[in-house]
């Protein structure tokens, strides 16, 4: 199955792929590491495609940058600069062990974190990791929090005329551990069945909790009662809180699992995730 | 259609090329640029075929826009190789058997190559990091481990044997060299003036009359050069067993399956005939289709072809001695259900023809093929030319595994569209079109009991199988047979009775795969086996000593067994994984489990009868207990100049080593340096016939005709050696490039100075030589001939894996495989279809499985959703091999291929039971499977004790002819692994 017919885009600056955008709207996509997107089209899943506007060209999407309040990934950064980048794995083991868990090497330096946020598939490794994060989306002339990015599969808040530019993470609060799990069928190079990412803040009892599961509803979801019940509890409540995200979830049956397997292997993750996320509090 | 002008930096060299924005890197540098060594394998990134580095970094060619990498360094695995050495990791692939079908060779070393930049001593974790993106579907990433570890120079060694010059040796494959450069042609990286390219439509509904096929918008495309449909293709129908040819071309009245080809375009390029296909309209009237083997057999359901009632294609009912005697002889009977899965050959080379009608009229065929022979022979019968009108080419192959062992549509489609348009034609499947075409295992419903005495002996067997064979035949009849046939060559069965139903459903046909009908009733019965012994206090591997087969034994259904060390391979399986200190000691969540299994070494029959003249032209021809003609035929031709010898045979090489076999046994035959024997077996004008890497023949059957062959070489030089020497030619003897006089080996003379007087005063020095198995192979009733064959394997598998309790995530740890495979030629060869077996096996038994909707369409055919085992998943193995000498064998050998897939299924599933204390009988053996089982603790159903009556021990007929001699009962094995 050929590509269709389409024009390549290799804008400059923001200010030229945001005129591209605005002129060619719904015939438009941008194209960051495209490892959905040549697949959707190959596989002829998006239609009525005709311009690619390409980021790669455009300076400053590349950097994994440390602020003083917290970390800013470019839109280009690849999950395979993210596993590997020595300060990530210090401060979020959690996200480099998510990214390093994606695909194979080859995508791993093809595809791109902005890709795989935006393109919003229920099954991306880092969206939960970003929602439990507290993580925003920068776009160009706005922020958007990742907890409200996500409106369905292949659906986010970011417009035709607008591109994800960076990632923002805000840098951990002191006794804070984050952990994410995910259960694949193989050892490699496997979408995710189901995955959890939790953060928690502890202090002797527990301060703040946030519960996202991944690939078991259309969106990234979060867990919102498990983590409002996690808030003010001791760390022995883990196997109920899991409980709890179980029945949270949304999934649906596929070629990868069953409905009720998912609900199954959601509980053990969320139990699994939190134990490490406390363990990680220090 | 807009194009521009792009310099791409390729292997350090700028190359102006005009692109279309759309088009991708992987197309660019195959169509463009001439870089085939790039291979296409899924087009959307899932198995990393066509890995280049950018910028150093490994990368998907197939998920990259050519247009937008100008400016980046790109290198290829043309690019490796510098001044024409090769990279010491391409060497280190072609010294450790890292290379077997060699289509993920390219990708695979480039992604090793990325990784040996960043840190020159990898770990096994870090290695199995690199390459999870990599699928290999031949050689278990064993070999590949080994050689990334070992690339600085070190090698493994594999247990090689003494006894002769060649045979016997771990020699590189003669062609990995070809293979780790890029420089091995695959039939799509071939490409002749003037070539169109061809794509199929596929029906799009499971069960339909064609009402109306307007191919009319599609012919005015521009680019497009002709379309044909049913009406164009001939009226005659085609297959593999002549006694059901059931397939048109493309489809003329009945669409049976999604995916059956109802039309073909042949256009200027692969992306105008994809179009073309959008444009053709096609109507049907809907039937209602069945997709459920039990449905399809009840009276009123849909019916498939007229001329099979309730979809019945193949009956068997079999039944020798008397089980109703066995089972009242038995003091414990057990019976089960069990349920194989549907799964895929996968190659990793999706299938691929090119055609093209050369002036005289005669039809050139490249295909992507495994048996040669037969498309050979299924293009005379399709288009009624004579075979001499006809030349087949088969280019390399990228793995075949059976998927390509029988005429495809790209073959029959592509020679009627160059017919028509006077131009080459290429067509060459999607991975998509792989799985719709399928031809994989069938989906086994099997039901099973076994009766045994309290010591464990077997007094009978039954087994009752329902195969869904979907739309077609293909091998479906000879797949219903070897589900029962091969099942007493293991165990002595005093009582055994088989019934068998091979149904129509509206699903792609399923055909032959390794080990071909026989890995399902094998894990079927490995399994009851295990729950017997477990059930009655008998240690499995015990029961299995008890009842296994002995040398020079015939079957209860008249198979005659030569050569047959199992006892010592499972012997041998017990000491090495260390058994005793393992089973049943093990905590909760850990699991060891045996499994066993052979293979024939070559059908005894061919698969058509008769002699090799066209199918209409023949008489009705009944079966006779003998071989019309010869299976394997070579010709061995020295150049002129006594320095090389050309061995011919039509015998494929598809990735199995099949070439380096019959390199290593000509030049031992010849008695002179591998290195000076050439292998030619892609040519149809150039070799006589064998007929193909199927039912693992070509070790023993083409081995043996090269062997002939090169004797009868050596015949004709021996006067003139022994003039020179002054002896008498039975004094002489052939080896390391000298005759010389047996018992005095100083005197002598060069092998290459006789051979060129030879040349001189006679001409040509060629060498016949031919097999044709024993005569009278098999029994009296119908389908005695299936499961023939003038040699058996034997092998033992122990498998020791870990449960996730709380998922059922299995993590296969590691496998132990003792086999008897005659005596090895090539032994690094034999470990390397091991580790391959098992890893695939293992993947099968847990992975893999075609699902298909309620409207008959498949869910997963693409490898993001059909899961092959990647390097990550693959056990550490030991692969060892018993001492065994087959009398029927080339230098006493017999197959390996098939035979090792077999232990592998009932070795995972005992392991898990044994890890869990929960039999999965339906594979995939899924962690949602296991989990759910663990759960809810269904009890089992348990055999019965009962008052058996009293039996005489059964004592086996001796096998007819030839028989195997005692070994010595030694074991061999690979070097201490590097995986650990």
Redesign the interface.
Known sequence: MPIPDLQLHRPRSLEEARDLLARFRESARVLAGGTDLLVDLRQDRVTGVEHLVALREIPGLRAIEELPDGWRFGALVTPEMVARHPRVRETFPALAEAAACMAGWQVRNLGTIGGNIASAVPSSDLAPFFIAAGGEAILTERRVPLKDFFLGPRRTACARDEILTHLFVPAPAPRTGISYQRFALRGANALAVASVAAMLRLDGAIEDARVVLGAVAPIPLIAAKTSAFLIGKPTSVFAEAAKIAREEARPISDVRGSKEYRLEIVEVLAARALAQAAERCG | ??YRTVVLKVNGRECPVSV?????LL?VLREKLALTGTKRGC????C?AC?VL?DG????A????A??VEGREITTIEGLAKGGELHPLQRAFVEEGAVQCGYCSPGMIL?AK?LLDRNPDPGVEEI????????CRCTGYHGIIRAVRNWKGARSTHGDLDRHECVGRSLPRVDAIDKVTGRAKYTADLAFPGMLHARLLGSAIAHGRIRRIDTSKAEALQGVAAVITGKDVPDVTYGVSPARYDEHVLAKEKVRYVGDPIAAVAAVD??TA?RALKLIEAEYEELPAVFDPEEAIRDGAPLLHDKYKNNVNTLVEQHFGDVEKGFAEADYVREESFVGNHTNQAPMEPHASIATWEGDGTLVLHSSTQAPHYVHYMLAHVFKIPLGRIRVVRPTVGGGFGGKAATTPLDLCSSILARKTGRPVRAVF?R?EVFEYNRGRHRQHMRMKLGVKKDGRITAFQSRILLDGGAYSSFGVATAYYAGGMMPTLYHLPNYKYDGIRVYTNKPACGAFRGHGVPQPRFAFECLLNMVAEEIGIDPIEIRLRNAMDRNTRTVNDLDIRSCEFKATLEAVREKAGWAAKYGKLARGRGIGVGCGGFVSGAGYAIYRGDVRLSHEKQPQPFVKESVFPHGNAMVRVLEDGMAAVCMIGAAEIGQGAATILTQICAEGLGIPPDRVRTRAEDSDLCPIDLGAYSSRVTLMGGNAVLMAARDVVKKLLPIAATELKCKAGQLEVGGGRIFVKSEPARAMDWAEAARRYFNANGPLVGTGWYKPPKGLGGDFKGAAVGTSPAYSFGSSVCELSVDL??G?V?VERFTDFHDCGTPVNPMSVHGQVEGAIVMGAGETL?EEM?FDAKGRV??PSF??Y?L?????APEIFSGLVDSYEPEGPFGAKEIGEGSTLPVLGAVAHAVANATGVWITELPI???KI??AM?NGKPRSAGKWQEGRPSKPFRPKPCRGKKAPDPKGGTRGQSPKVLA
Do not use: Q
């Not at chain 2, 279309?20 to 991708?24: L, N, S």
């Not at chain 2, 087009?43 to 899932?46: A, K």
């Not at chain 2, 199995?128 to 699928?135: H, V």
């Not at chain 2, 085992?869 to 998943?873: H, L, N, P, V």
């Open positions: 259609m807009t279309k924005d759309g088009d991708t197309h087009e959307i990134g899932d990393g890995t950018v970094g490994p990368m998907n197939c998920l990259l826009l247009a937008a992604a990325a199995k990091d690199a390459l999870g993106g990599n699928l692969e992306e994809e999607t998509r709380d998922t995530k993590s992975l699902v869910v997963n993001h959703d899961l085992m990647t390097i990550r998943d899924t962690p949602e989990l759910f759960k």
